[in-house]
């Protein structure tokens, strides 16, 4: 089955772009969406954005000026990118997958903690 | 806050039944059956539990169910067993398009 792992630094500085890689294993990337949700601590999760294989992507309103999720199929990985990051972008990273017929996240990464601080 | 209400916390005893619910609006829950139930263990991979309101994937017990009512999904985990002390959480299609998330629900079996 489908693995994902995220990685990426975990502290991030204010106004700087946060980066964070997506390896996929036991599967190609060249198939299914691919997704990030976020959970800030004490909060709820919260849906960032989604890339096709193709490359098309679909992302969060509320984020969608300062977030790039895209691909590397040469390396079996997505990427997603944000922004002008703040602390109010501190939280617990996650990358899944998408199941779209069904509109379900059906296979997820650990998730990783990403400070954003001075 | 999030987009779906959910208890914060439940408690049941092994062997019992209990009901996690998610409750939403007539844009998301009460408009699709797009409704999906995640079991998380702290520092693990959240794991799909139910989607499409009462469908369970390959592999996961028959004692998860989900129903829906109105602008209401509901989690049933019958026959409790220690292992399903997790976090449970709640997602939905909505009629904007972006899917939103309950705030979780901390399941303790007792």
């Known amino acids: 089955q489908v693995q994902l792992q995220e990685s990426g630094p975990r502290l991030v500085k204010p106004s700087e772009t946060l980066s964070l890689t997506c390896t996929v294993s036991?599967?190609?990337?060249?198939?299914?969406?691919w997704s990030w949700v976020r959970q800030p601590p004490g909060k709820g999760l919260e849906w960032i954005g989604y890339v096709y294989y193709s490359g098309s992507t679909n992302y969060n309103p509320s984020l969608k000026s300062r977030v790039t999720i895209s691909l590397d199929t040469s390396k079996n990985q997505f990427s997603l990118k944000l922004s002008s990051v703040t602390a109010a972008d501190t939280a617990v990273y996650y990358c899944?997958?998408?199941?779209?017929?069904?509109?379900?996240?059906?296979?997820w990464g650990q998730g990783t903690m990403v400070t954003v601080s001075s | 806050q999030s987009a779906l209400t959910q208890p914060a916390s439940v408690s049941g005893s092994p062997g019992q039944s209990i009901t996690i619910s998610c409750t939403g609006t007539?844009?998301?829950?009460?408009?699709?059956?797009?409704v999906s139930w995640y079991q998380h263990h702290p520092g693990k991979a959240p794991k799909l539990m139910i989607y499409?309101?009462?469908n369970r994937p390959s592999g996961v017990s028959h004692r998860f169910s989900g129903s829906k009512s109105g602008n209401t999904a509901s989690l049933t985990i019958s026959g409790l067993q220690a292992e399903d002390e997790a976090d449970y959480f709640c997602t939905s299609y909505t009629s904007s398009s972006a899917p939103s998330f309950g705030g979780g629900t901390k399941l303790t079996v007792l």
């Open positions: 007539s844009s998301d829950v009460g408009a699709y059956n797009y």
């Open positions: 036991h599967g190609s990337i060249s198939s299914y969406y």
């Open positions: 899944a997958t998408f199941w779209s017929l069904l509109n379900t996240f059906d296979i």
């Open positions: 499409y309101v009462s």
